[in-house]
């Protein structure tokens, strides 16, 4: 029955194919017997000639005005109808000057002429038709194979035993895989636990566990991958009219194996070049370190580096090292030259170009904050209607943190567009200056108000007593004095300074009460019945002290 199936179809493709052929036979057949001495060529387009998937010749020149496109065409409907025909059907090559016919069975198939022949490839007419001849061979066997009973159920036998073995190893792959997977999570657990690094929370199992299964898992796929490449190219190989698609398959995978090994090898003088590069720039930045800690431990004192600045030359000079090192090492890196490199190079270039403005100059006010040591870290500092602690100096940002507790962010080219006041460089040792003025009338004796200030710095306990406040009159105003009071807090950080401000203005109140004055400016339109002015013996009412006064006098006097 399977003998009966194989023959009807072989005589319904045979009838197919005269039947699409017949009409041009006689004009194929014209074309090339009557061919002249000397066929009129000339260059064009080239078209390939395949037949059962498998080129054959490319055809480079016009014979007789047919273009290459066209001699396909006929040569393949001539061969065709060869084929259909029975028996062995032997090849071979006549001389036809100044080119050569090929023949099946005696029969013109197609003609060669000399400018078929690719003269870079060092092509010859002779040698273009000796290899028409083995690749026309090969067809022909390939063509009585295909229409062999005993060929197709052996390779179909083939296949088979192949697809078995190819479902077996992709069990084995995914049983082993399981396998694999559970033994390195285990081995990768006992390690982690009590590790330093996960006690501090530093790093993650879980992340460490995940990546790890991921890593197996697309190892396995890849294994799969290269598992079904090659039993589909097996596959296709044991039959004829796919055996072509196989061999281009495995001739693939081994090109580009190939390819791949040999550009490795290529690559190891000019990767282990690159390799020493980025070694001396990593001893380099380890005799760099070794200074900077000296010089920030205070082991070392050195003119052009202050202790405060280490950290963030540290920053700067490991970039420009490292950066300095990828440019020497970037001609060595395997794939430089190639159109990828090159791209990213633009697109690295565009982006930068394109945000280098904003950029460029939060990292110049940056630098210029830094080195000009307008203030550092921990230090209490007013800017822009901002005031607080800082707590980060970046290159791009300064963050500080209000006596509400709040962060706020500062870009450094505002930083440095604005005033800034800095209230810790006024003292000496830890701690910031505190600040407060009130207003309060002629009538009421100075030296009473000053002695009520002092008095209420010192009934706040976070107001250092050495050095001394001090009250200054800084303005006289129509209708009051200024007093300013001048006070250094001991707290560096920024929450206690609220409290500290709160207090002091609450014990102020508290003084004023207690000797009786108010703290009222006062206004007025027209002039007073009595001269607001205060006696000699008023001067130094309670709690103004005369000698201490007089002391406190000297003092400012000498300093």
């Given at each position: 029955m399977l003998h009966n199936r194989t023959t009807s179809i072989k005589q319904l493709s045979i009838t197919m194919i005269g039947w699409m052929l017949a009409l041009y036979t006689s004009i194929s057949l014209a074309s090339i017997e009557s061919a002249p001495t000397a066929p009129k060529v000339s260059n064009n387009s080239e078209a390939t000639l395949s037949i059962l998937n498998r080129e054959i010749i490319h055809f480079r020149t016009t014979v007789l005005g047919i273009e290459p496109e066209e001699r396909?065409?006929?040569?393949?409907?001539?061969?065709?109808?060869?084929?259909?025909?029975?028996?062995?059907?032997?090849?071979?090559?006549?001389?036809?000057?100044?080119?050569?016919?090929?023949?099946?069975?005696?029969?013109?198939?197609?003609?060669?002429?000399?400018?078929?022949?690719?003269?870079?490839?060092?092509?010859?007419?002779?040698?273009?038709?000796?290899?028409?001849?083995?690749?026309?061979?090969?067809?022909?066997?390939?063509?009585?194979?295909?229409?062999?009973?005993?060929?197709?159920?052996?390779?179909?036998?083939?296949?088979?035993?192949?697809?078995?073995?190819?479902?077996?190893l992709l069990w084995l792959t995914f049983r082993l895989r399981r396998a694999v997977v559970v033994k390195t999570l285990s081995?990768?657990?006992?390690?982690?636990?009590?590790?330093?690094?996960?006690?501090?929370?530093?790093?993650?199992?879980?992340?460490?566990?995940?990546?790890?299964?991921?890593?197996?898992?697309?190892?396995?796929?890849?294994?799969?991958?290269?598992?079904?490449?090659?039993?589909?190219?097996?596959?296709?190989?044991?039959?004829?009219?796919?055996?072509?698609?196989?061999?281009?398959?495995?001739?693939?995978?081994?090109?580009?194996?190939?390819?791949?090994?040999?550009?490795?090898?290529?690559?190891?003088?000019?990767?282990?070049?690159?390799?020493?590069?980025?070694?001396?720039?990593?001893?380099?930045?380890?005799?760099?370190?070794?200074?900077?800690?000296?010089?920030?431990?205070?082991?070392?004192?050195?003119?052009?580096?202050?202790?405060?600045?280490?950290?963030?030359?540290?920053r700067i000079v490991k970039v420009a090292v490292w950066l300095f090192a990828l440019t020497m090492a970037y001609p060595y890196l395997p794939g430089s030259g190639t159109e990828a490199f090159k791209g990213i190079s633009v697109l690295l270039g565009l982006m930068i170009s394109l945000g280098a403005s904003s950029l460029i100059a939060q990292a110049a006010s940056g630098l210029i904050l830094t080195y000009s040591r307008i203030y550092r870290q921990g230090e209490f500092i007013h800017v822009n209607g901002h005031e607080g602690t800082i707590t980060d100096l970046g290159m791009f940002t300064t963050r500080i943190r209000n006596g509400m507790g709040l962060e706020i962010t500062l870009p450094n080219a505002l930083v440095l567009g604005n005033v800034t006041k800095n209230y810790s460089r006024a003292l000496q040792g830890p701690g910031f200056v505190i600040d407060t003025k009130v207003t309060i009338g002629y009538d009421t004796p100075w030296r009473q108000v000053e002695a009520m200030l002092i008095e209420a710095a010192r009934r706040t306990p976070s107001i250092l007593q050495d050095p001394t406040p001090k009250v200054f009159q800084t303005a006289l105003s129509d209708f009051y004095p200024e007093y300013l009071l001048i006070c250094q807090a001991a707290p560096a950080d920024p929450v206690p300074r609220a409290e500290v401000m709160s207090l002091l203005h609450a014990n102020i109140q508290d003084v004023f009460n207690e000797y009786n004055v108010q703290i009222m400016s006062p206004h007025y339109l027209g002039d007073p019945e009595k001269e607001k002015l205060v006696p000699k013996e008023g001067w130094f009412r309670a709690p103004a002290n005369q000698k201490q006064t007089e002391i406190d006098g000297n003092e400012r006097n000498a300093s």
């Open positions: 396909v065409k006929r040569a393949q409907r001539r061969i065709e109808q060869q084929l259909s025909n029975t028996g062995e059907h032997k090849v071979s090559i006549a001389d036809m000057p100044p080119g050569k016919l090929i023949q099946i069975d005696g029969a013109g198939s197609f003609y060669i002429a000399p400018e078929d022949a690719d003269p870079f490839q060092q092509e010859s007419l002779d040698s273009v038709a000796k290899q028409t001849l083995e690749r026309l061979n090969l067809v022909l066997k390939e063509s009585r194979e295909s229409r062999s009973l005993e060929g197709m159920l052996r390779a179909g036998a083939y296949v088979a035993i192949a697809s078995l073995l190819f479902a077996t081995f990768a657990r006992d390690k982690l636990d009590g590790h330093e690094l996960i006690e501090s929370k530093l790093i993650n199992r879980e992340h460490i566990q995940s990546g790890l299964r991921r890593v197996l898992q697309w190892f396995s796929w890849l294994v799969i991958f290269l598992l079904t490449y090659e039993w589909l190219s097996y596959s296709l190989s044991q039959f004829p009219f796919t055996r072509p698609l196989g061999e281009q398959l495995n001739h693939y995978l081994l090109n580009l194996v190939g390819k791949i090994g040999s550009a490795t090898i290529k690559a190891i003088p000019d990767l282990f070049t690159a390799i020493v590069i980025f070694f001396l720039a990593k001893i380099v930045m380890q005799a760099l370190n070794a200074l900077f800690d000296r010089i920030e431990n205070g082991n070392l004192e050195v003119t052009w580096l202050a202790a405060d600045v280490v950290s963030p030359t540290r």
